[in-house]
């Protein structure tokens, strides 16, 4: 590259990402991983040609228009773009870029793993154990649910959603889903989809969230969609937080409505909901959907390859 531009990346990245960002751009980035306040960012992005955020960064329209007119392009390390208002981005004549695919399989991992944490009773197996509160096996200890031959619901059947029916059928689930329209044939790979998200929550023994963050989908787990859900359902949750009424979840874990919940997104995270804390049926983990080496390099790859296209004068391969 003949010109080296000047990149703004407020958070700390893996090395592989931080070493071709620097080789490639003239690149400031945030040494320490604190969430840089609003102002601070905004005034680190003076002179800079471009920027590569992260959730943590929220893009709103009255953000854009005190964006320093020197940034052209903003690339979110994040598939996710709930944080961004790209309409306004646009309307200021910027590119904006996200980081589809490359995190599918990882949060698809992970989507089974709050799955089987959940159905298994991992969280209570683990506290025994590590609190040398365990006896010994008897026969009707923590007693979990099969996933064999249960009904899996996928809300959202992106490339998330696909690889975690890949997946879970390998478990013997059967796959329904829901999505805004139906897939063609060769990508349902025989899943059953249905036209309404409460008539997927009527068949799901399991529900395992994995579409965006839209006004559309917000609060969409509520008090009405589980209590049509079938007793002794389990709930995952790998996509936002926000998706998810978390008094309807409470109240329905409390009650034991729902069997259980594996949760690795919240609303306001990392300030979750207390209350989950409390709840030995809820498997909890940290965001960790794409947490992985190699994703994590391939969404900042992803990032860069934007960046690259986008001074190169081509276009932009994951544009918003
Ligand atoms: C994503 O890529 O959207 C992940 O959830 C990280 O924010």
């Not at 040609?49 to 893009?59: G, R, T």
């Not at 793993?113 to 040398?132: I, P, W």
Request: hydrophobic share 40%; net charge negative; charged share 25%.
């Amino acid at each position: 590259m003949s010109e080296r531009h000047r990149l703004l990346i407020t958070r700390r990245m893996p090395d592989a990402v931080t070493r071709r960002a620097q080789s490639d751009y003239d690149a400031v980035i945030n040494p320490d991983d604190r969430i840089m306040p609003e102002a601070e960012w905004l005034a680190a992005a003076e002179g800079k040609d471009a920027l590569m955020i992260a959730s943590s960064e929220k893009i709103t329209s009255d953000v854009v228009d005190r964006l320093p007119g020197s940034v052209r392009m903003i690339a979110t390390y994040s598939v996710g773009y709930e944080h961004i208002d790209v309409a306004a981005v646009k309307a200021s004549g910027r590119i904006v870029t996200n980081t589809p695919d490359v995190l599918n399989e990882a949060v698809a991992d992970i989507a089974m793993l709050c799955l089987l944490g959940a159905a298994r009773r991992s969280y209570e197996g683990q506290t025994l154990v590590r609190n040398g509160a365990w006896v010994g096996w008897h026969a009707t200890m923590l007693l979990g649910k099969d996933l064999t031959g249960a009904r899996l619901g996928i809300l959202g059947m992106g490339g998330i959603g696909r690889a975690v029916a890949r997946r879970a059928r390998g478990f013997g689930l059967e796959i329904h889903y829901h999505n805004r329209s139906r897939l063609p044939e060769d990508q349902e790979e025989g899943a059953t989809f249905h036209e309404s998200a409460e008539s997927l929550a009527s068949v799901s023994d399991f529900l395992s969230i994995s579409c965006p963050s839209t006004e559309e989908t917000r609060g969409m787990i509520n008090d009405d969609l589980i209590a049509r859900m079938p007793p002794d359902a389990v709930l995952v949750n790998t996509a936002r937080g926000d998706i998810v009424d978390d008094d309807a979840v409470i109240a329905a874990l409390t009650s034991s409505r729902l069997f259980a919940a594996g949760l690795d997104v919240f609303r306001g995270e990392p300030a979750l909901d207390a209350r989950y804390r409390d709840l030995p049926n809820v498997f909890l983990l940290p965001h960790l959907g794409s947490a992985t080496v190699n994703t994590r390099n391939a969404m900042g790859f992803c990032c860069l390859d934007n960046l690259d296209a986008f001074f190169a004068g081509k276009p932009c391969p994951t544009a918003l």
